[in-house]
C-alpha cells in the first residue's frame, strides 16, 4: 500500500487457501495485465506452470521465501535456508562431540524444507543418527498427532536415544513442547525423554521467543531471518517497474536466538 501511495499506483492484495487457487490467481493477475507480480509461492512446484503464464506474458515476477524448481523468475529474495540447516548441525556437532540421535520434524514438500535437510546432513557429523519423524504442513496440531504417532510406535530405549531435535519451524518446535508438556502434567512421560537436551526451530515466532526466556528442562534456539523480506520484495518489485537497477538475488541473513540474547529480539507487540 505505501509504495503504490508513493507512485500513484494501483495494488491488488490476494491470498490463496490452496496451491491450485493460488495458481488460478496468478493467471487472473496476468489476464488482467498487471505490470510486476511479487509472490510467495504456497508450493514451488505446483505454481511453476501459472510462473511460466506470468513469463511468457512478460511480466515481471518476483519471489520471496520460497524457490520454483527449475525456474528462474525475474528477482529472488528468500532467507538462507540452507544456512539454518547447517548452523543447526553446527550448533549440535559442538553440544555432542561423540554425536548422538537427532529427529528431524519437516515443514512440507517444498524447495524451503529440502534446502533446510540438506544444509543439515551436509555439515552434521557422520556419528549423529538421524531420523525423520515426517511431514507437517508447518502446523502446529499436525505436528502434535506427528510428534505423538512416532512416540507410540518407538520402545522407551529407543525414544531415549534421542538428545536432540531439529524442527523446519517454531509452530513445529512449540507443538513437540505442547506434547512434552502434556506427557509431563499428566504424568505420563516416565522419563521418555529424560535424555532430551535440545530443541531447534526456526522463524522467530513471539511464543517461541517467550518460550526460550523461561524454558528450564531443555536448551532451546530459534534461527531466524526477518519477516521484512517481503517489503525487500515489493521495492524490488518496484525498481523494476521504473526500470531501475535492482538485485537478481537477495539472500536474507541467519541469525541465532537463543537464552543469551533472546530479549533482544523479542517483540511483545509483534503479531506473530
Same mark, same amino acid.
Not at 31 to 37: A, F, H, L, S, T
Not at 69 to 93: E, L, R
Given at each position: +500500500?505505501?509504495?503504490?501511495?508513493?507512485?500513484? &499506483?494501483?495494488? $491488488?492484495?490476494? @491470498?490463496?487457501?490452496?496451491?491450485?487457487? /493460488?495458481?488460478?490467481?496468478?493467471? /487472473?493477475?496476468?489476464?488482467?495485465?498487471?505490470?510486476?507480480?511479487? #509472490?510467495?509461492?504456497?508450493?514451488?512446484?505446483?505454481? +511453476?506452470?501459472?510462473?511460466?503464464?506470468?513469463?511468457?506474458?512478460?511480466?515481471?515476477? @518476483?519471489?520471496?521465501? %520460497?524457490?520454483?524448481?527449475?525456474?528462474?523468475?525475474?528477482?529472488?529474495?528468500?532467507?538462507?535456508?540452507?544456512?539454518?540447516?547447517?548452523?543447526?548441525?553446527?550448533?549440535?556437532?559442538? #553440544?555432542?562431540?561423540?554425536?548422538?540421535?537427532?529427529?528431524?520434524? #519437516?515443514?512440507?514438500?517444498?524447495?524451503?524444507? /529440502?534446502?533446510?535437510?540438506?544444509?543439515?546432513?551436509? @555439515?552434521?557429523?557422520?556419528?549423529?543418527?538421524?531420523?525423520?519423524?515426517?511431514?507437517?504442513? &508447518? /502446523?502446529?496440531?499436525?505436528?502434535? %498427532?506427528?510428534?505423538?504417532? &512416532?512416540?507410540? $510406535?518407538?520402545? @522407551?530405549?529407543?525414544?531415549?536415544?534421542?538428545?536432540?531435535?531439529?524442527?523446519?519451524?517454531?509452530?513445529?518446535?512449540?507443538?513437540?513442547?505442547?506434547?512434552?508438556?502434556?506427557?509431563?502434567?499428566?504424568?505420563?512421560? +516416565?522419563?521418555?525423554?529424560?535424555?532430551?537436551?535440545?530443541?531447534?526451530?526456526?522463524?522467530?515466532?513471539?511464543?517461541?521467543?517467550? %518460550?526460550?526466556?523461561?524454558?528450564?528442562?531443555?536448551?532451546?534456539?530459534?534461527?531466524?531471518?526477518?519477516?521484512?523480506?517481503?517489503? +525487500?520484495?515489493?521495492?524490488?518489485?518496484?525498481?523494476?517497474?521504473?526500470?531501475?537497477?535492482?538485485?537478481?538475488?537477495?539472500?536474507?541473513?541467519?541469525?541465532?536466538?537463543?537464552?543469551?540474547?533472546?530479549?533482544?529480539?523479542?517483540?511483545?507487540?509483534?503479531?506473530?
Amino acid at each position: +500500500k505505501k509504495v503504490a501511495e508513493e507512485n500513484g &499506483w494501483d495494488y $491488488e492484495f490476494v @491470498v490463496g487457501d490452496t496451491a491450485n487457487e /493460488q495458481s488460478d490467481q496468478i493467471i /487472473q493477475l496476468v489476464e488482467e495485465g498487471v505490470d510486476c507480480i511479487v #509472490m510467495l509461492p504456497m508450493d514451488g512446484a505446483s505454481l +511453476k506452470t501459472a510462473a511460466m503464464r506470468v513469463q511468457e506474458a512478460g511480466i515481471p515476477l @518476483v519471489i520471496f521465501d %520460497r524457490e520454483i524448481p527449475d525456474f528462474a523468475p525475474t528477482a529472488t529474495v528468500k532467507g538462507d535456508n540452507s544456512g539454518i540447516g547447517k548452523m543447526t548441525a553446527d550448533i549440535f556437532n559442538g #553440544m555432542f562431540p561423540d554425536g548422538t540421535t537427532v529427529l528431524e520434524i #519437516m515443514g512440507d514438500t517444498s524447495t524451503v524444507p /529440502q534446502q533446510r535437510t540438506d544444509g543439515f546432513k551436509e @555439515v552434521l557429523h557422520s556419528n549423529f543418527t538421524i531420523e525423520q519423524v515426517g511431514f507437517t504442513g &508447518w /502446523q502446529r496440531e499436525d505436528t502434535k %498427532r506427528i510428534f505423538k504417532g &512416532w512416540i507410540s $510406535e518407538h520402545s @522407551v530405549e529407543e525414544i531415549r536415544e534421542v538428545e536432540a531435535i531439529f524442527t523446519h519451524d517454531d509452530e513445529i518446535a512449540l507443538g513437540v513442547l505442547d506434547v512434552l508438556d502434556e506427557y509431563e502434567e499428566a504424568g505420563d512421560d +516416565k522419563g521418555l525423554f529424560d535424555n532430551l537436551k535440545v530443541i531447534a526451530g526456526s522463524a522467530g515466532a513471539k511464543e517461541m521467543y517467550e %518460550r526460550i526466556m523461561t524454558e528450564d528442562r531443555y536448551e532451546l534456539f530459534s534461527l531466524t531471518y526477518s519477516a521484512t523480506m517481503i517489503k +525487500k520484495a515489493i521495492r524490488i518489485g518496484e525498481k523494476i517497474i521504473k526500470g531501475e537497477d535492482y538485485e537478481e538475488m537477495t539472500i536474507i541473513e541467519t541469525v541465532e536466538v537463543n537464552k543469551t540474547n533472546v530479549e533482544k529480539y523479542y517483540d511483545k507487540d509483534a503479531p506473530y
